[in-house]
């Protein structure tokens, strides 16, 4: 095994184990937190495939803003230091199912058509991803460019109607 794959695994350990933390952690504050470790694990997983710019993006647009958000919006709930409460037996089943499932799927995919090489690698000149960005032909990508500003748009609003939730009454 070399080195590139043993990065590779420490990588993709530390992002499924933080994912997992963000999922089952029953302190929502907590869940952000390895929410945050998360994303910063895939932005890793993109500088070890040399793409820096869409790391940069990575840590720029869902580190330092969805995260951040989510985030703003737990400090200003009422309720952000208590725990969540524990899941139906049936939902943790479904979860554990759907989990099950998609590795059984991924395996299927990989075993059916491998791992194919590619021969030539792809540009990663920020000039030619900045011309793709703001194209709107074929190979453009305005429109999702668009849907990120979108995202970006939602996650604030949501922000803004938790934070103006009412407080509860307390009896």
């Not at 709930?77 to 590795?103: C, D, H, N, W, Y």
């Not at 900045?130 to 849907?147: K, M």
Request: aromatic residues 12%.
């Amino acid at each position: 095994m070399t080195a590139y794959q043993i990065i590779f695994y420490i990588l993709a350990a530390f992002i499924l184990t933080t994912a997992l933390l963000a999922v089952t952690s029953r302190k929502i504050f907590r869940s952000a937190i390895w929410l945050l470790f998360s994303l910063i694990g895939v932005a890793g997983l993109y500088f070890w495939m040399e793409v820096e710019f869409i790391a940069a993006v990575q840590i720029v647009v869902y580190v330092g803003g969805i995260v951040v958000l989510i985030i703003f919006s737990i400090f200003l709930t009422q309720q952000s230091g208590k725990e969540m409460a524990k899941p139906p037996l049936l939902r943790v089943i479904a979860s554990a199912l759907a989990v099950l499932f998609g590795f059984a799927f991924t395996a299927l995919l990989i075993y059916q058509n491998g791992f194919i090489p590619v021969s030539n690698g792809f540009s990663t000149e920020v000039s030619r991803i900045g011309e793709a960005l703001i194209s709107t032909e074929e190979n453009g990508f305005a429109l999702p460019f668009e849907v990120v500003s979108i995202l970006l748009l939602a996650a604030m609003v949501g922000c803004i109607v938790i934070a103006l939730k009412t407080k509860p009454k307390e009896q």
